[in-house]
Nanobody, 121 residues
Framework: QVQLVESGGGLVQAGGSLTLSCAAS????????MAWFRQAPGKEREFVAD????????RHADSVKGRFTISRDNTKNTVYLQMNSLKPEDTAAYHC??????????????WGQGTQVTVSS
């Protein structure tokens, strides 16, 4: 069982930066692939980025590539999302998620409650 708590959201002007954090409780954080998703009002949930167990591999959605960076610190049981050059279309609730299994894909079993990011133009 893993519990996830996000923090770091807020209101920022376009072009600004934010860093989201997701703290995990429970055992064996390093056994989990971690990811960030986002959901804007009236839209479907969208994959943002994920990171492998030891942080050696990452993937980012095309919409955020070059602007957002996912990272993790297994000594702190925390995954981060550094967001730069924010755009109004990045406005959404950001959720972190955890899963086990193969890097190639799988269902996310654990979800945080989300943190709101609002980017003003």
């Amino acid at each position: 069982q893993v519990q996830l708590v996000e923090s770091g959201g807020g209101l920022v002007q376009a072009g600004g930066s934010l860093t989201l954090s997701c703290a995990a409780s429970g055992r064996l954080f390093s056994n989990y692939i971690m990811a960030w998703f986002r959901q804007a009002p009236g839209k479907e949930r969208e994959f943002v980025a994920d990171i492998s167990w030891n942080g050696g591999s990452t993937r980012h959605a095309d919409s955020v590539k070059g602007r957002f960076t996912i990272s993790r610190d297994n000594t702190k049981n925390t995954v981060y999302l550094q967001m730069n050059s924010l755009k109004p279309e990045d406005t959404a609730a950001y959720h972190c998620a955890a899963r086990q299994g193969a890097w190639s894909g799988g269902k996310y079993d654990y979800w945080g409650q989300g943190t709101q990011v609002t980017v003003s133009s």
